[in-house]
C-alpha cells in the first residue's frame, strides 16, 4: 500500500514537473518572431485554463499579426476574469473581421448585461461573419430582434436628416432609402417630393414610391407622367412598373408611344405587369405604333413569350419610313415572325435609302430565319461585298517596286527598332508569365499590316454588310457557308465578325472559324456567338467552353448559354469563372444554379466569404437551387448580410433548402421592404416594422 502511494506522488510530482516544462516553452513562444507560433501558444496557454495566463492574453490581443490577436480573442472566450469582457468588446472593432467574429463568439460565453451591450451596438456597425456571430450568440432570440430593429431605426433617421438638411446627391439618395423601407411614413414624405422643382430629387421620390410598394402612391405618379421632363418620366414609369396597378396602364400605353427615350421605360413597366387581356393589347399597340424604336422591341420582346401578336398592324407600318419602319421591324424581329407575309413585306427594305431602315429589314429577315428569307439577303450580300472589293481597289494596277530606283538609296538605319523590339518582347514574356500565374492565357497580338494605298472606304462602310452576313447565317441557306467562310478573312472587324457570327448559325465543320477567333471579337460579337451556339443545343457546347477558355473578359453571355443548355461538361470552367470582375462571376453563379449539381456547392460557399467578391446575391440563390443541405449554414450566416439584397436572397433560398428555422424570425424587423416581404412569404403574418 505505502509502495503504492510513493509511485502515485511520483507520478504527479513528473505530471508538474511536465507541466511546468510545457508552460515554460509556451512562455518563450510568447516571444517568438514568428506569428504562427505565437498563436498556437496563446490556443495551448487557454487549454491549460490557468488564471494566471490571463495577462498573457491581453498582451496578445494588442499583437500587430490578426493571426495572433484572434487566437487571443478565442482564449479572452475561456477566461474567468470579467476584464475579458471589455477586452472583447474592443476587439469588436478589429480591422480584421476574422477577429471581430472570434470576439462576438467569445462574447456569448458571458452571460452579463455588459457583453450584451457590446453585441447589441456592434451589429449594426459590422460585416456580414460579425454580424452572423452576433446573430449567433444572441440565439436569434429578442435581443437578435432589438439589435436589428436598432439599425432599423438608425437608417430611418439617417436618411430623414439627409433628406432635410443634406447636398442635392444626398437628398435624392436619401429618397429612395426612404422608399425602400415600405413604411407609410415614407410614403407620406416622399408624395410631395414628386413636385419639386429640383427634378433629380423628384426622380428620386419617385424611384422610392415604387420601391414602398404602396399603391396610394399610383395616382401621384400617373399625374408626373403628363411632365415635361424625360428623366422624370422614366422614374415614375419604372416606380408604376413596380407597383404593377391595372389603372396605369392606359397612362403608361400613351408614355410608351412618346418620342424620347423614357417611352422605352413606360414599355418595360408593362411588360413587367402580370398577363391580362388589357396588358397585353397595350403591349401589342406600342409594338406597332410607339414611336421610338427601343419602346417597340421591348413589347415585341414581351409579347413573344405572351403568344405573340396581330402582324398586320406591323406590317401596313414597315414602308412608312423612318422611324416608324425601323421600329415595326425591330418588333418583328422580337417577335420571330416567320410567315411568308411577312417576308414579302420585309425584302424591298433591304434596299431602302434609309441606311438604318436596310439595317433594321436585314436583322428582321435574319430573325425569320426561313429559307423563303435568304435571297433577299444573299442580294444584299452580293451586292455589298461588290462595292467594298470596287471601293478597296487599288489605285496604282502595277505592283509596288520592291527596290530602289538608280540613283536612290535605303535611309541610313540604327539599331533603335531592333532595341525596341527587344524590350516588347521581354514585355510579352512578363505578361505572359503574369497570365500563366493566374490561370490565364495571354493571346499573342495581331501582327499590324501595312497598307500600300489607302481605300476608298470609311469606317462604318462595312456595317450594313457584316449585318447582312449574320442574318444570312440564321437562314441556314445552302449557299451561306461558302459565302460566308470568305468573308470571315475579311480585314473589316465589323464583316469580319458579323460573318463568324453567321457561320456559328451554320454549325458543323464552320465552327472552326468561331473558336480560333474568340480572343479577338468585340463583347457584342460575342453575345450574338452566344445566341448563336445556344440555338445550336448541346453541339454549341463545346465551342461555348472553348469560348470559357480563350477569352479573359467578356465571358458573361457564354455563362448564360451553358446554364440555359444545362451543359454539366461546363461545371469546372464556370467553377473557375466565380469571383471573377463584375458581371462573369454573377453569370456563373446563376448557371451553377441552374446546372444544380451538389459539387458546386463548396465553390459557391467559398464565394460567400468575400465580402467584396461579385455575384454574391447570384450565388446565394444558386444554393437554394441546388438544395443540397450542406449549404445550410452559409446561408444562414448570409441572413444577416450587410446587404439587404443578400438578406432577402438567403431568406428565399433557406425557404427552398427546406431548413427555414428560427433565425428568420428577427428580420421581421429589418428596415428594408424586400426583406421583411421575403420573411413574411416564407413565415407568413404581419412583419414587425409596417
Known sequence: MRRTRIRTAAAALLVLVGCHGERDQLTRDLKSDRPEIRAGAVRRLAELHDDQDFPAFLKASQDFSAGVRKAAAEALGTATDPRAVDNLGSLLGDPDEDVQTAAAQSLAHFPGEKAGVYLLNAYARRGTATRAAIAKAFGYGPKLQEAIRRESDGIWERNTKALESGGAAEKVAAAEELGRSGKPEAVERLIPLLGNDAILLAAGAARGLGDAGDRKAVAPLMAVMKENYPALREAASEALGDLADPTSVQTLTQAAAGPDASAAEAASALARMARAPDTDLALCQIAGTAGTPGAAAVAAKAMASRGGCPLAPLLSRVSKGNTESRASLLALAALDAGKPEVVAKLAPLVEDKDVQVRIAAIQALGAVGSAEAAPPLLKVVNAESKRLDDARAKWVKDPMPKEFAPGFSAPSTTDFATKMQGLEEKVHAAQAARAADQGQVLHEPKPAKAR???????????????????????????????????????????????????????????LTRLQAAWADLSPEAVAQAADALHSLGDAGVPVLVAGLAARTSERAPLAQALGQLKATSAIDPLEKLLGSVGDESAAAAEALGQLGQARSVKPLVE??????????????????????????????RELFSDHPESRAAAVRALSALGAAGNELEALRADYYRDVRRAVEQVLGGATASK
Do not use: F, M, N, W
Request: hydrophobic letters at 45%; aromatic letters at 2%.
Open 452 to 510: 500600300e494605298v489607302i481605300a476608298d472606304v470609311g469606317p462604318d462602310d462595312g456595317q450594313l454588310l457584316g449585318v447582312a452576313a449574320t442574318a444570312l447565317g440564321r437562314t441556314r441557306a445552302p449557299e451561306a457557308g461558302e459565302i460566308l467562310e470568305k468573308l470571315a478573312t475579311d480585314a473589316d472587324d465589323t464583316i469580319r465578325e458579323g460573318a463568324i457570327v453567321g457561320l456559328a448559325y451554320l454549325g458543323g465543320g464552320h
Open 607 to 636: 464565394l460567400l466569404k468575400d465580402p467584396r467578391a461579385a455575384g454574391r446575391v447570384e450565388a446565394i440563390e444558386a444554393l437554394g437551387r441546388i438544395k443540397d443541405p450542406g449549404s445550410r449554414d452559409a446561408v444562414v
